[in-house]
């Protein structure tokens, strides 16, 4: 369960970050995959362990970021896509 915060919490990130000024989404994306990474490894008191947790789970959050951002401008461009594909098959 706690492995599913990081995942979960950079795919919404991802997605927000689409909406922002494209100058300001590297830095941004950067930060909340910090954030989400610390916050991973103090929600499930792996910090208690060791700390290199923050070794996997930034890494890990910023891929979910990633992903979240290209799925989010992908669902954005489908019906566009899908209109100019019906309007080339009718001509």
């Known amino acids: 369960m706690h492995e599913l915060f990081p995942i979960a919490a950079g795919l919404l990130a991802g997605a927000f970050l689409t909406r922002v000024r494209p100058g300001l989404r590297l830095p941004l994306g950067a930060l ?29 959050a910023a891929l979910a970021v990633f992903a ?17 594909l019906r309007l ?3 001509r």
């Open 32 to 60: 909340a995959a910090v954030v989400i990474g610390v916050l991973a490894t103090v929600v499930s008191g792996e910090f208690r362990i060791g700390w290199e947790f923050l070794l996997i789970d930034i890494p890990g």
């Open 68 to 84: 979240g951002s290209l799925l989010t401008q992908a669902l954005r461009r489908a019906p566009r896509a899908a209109a100019r």
């Open 88 to 90: 080339t098959r009718h």
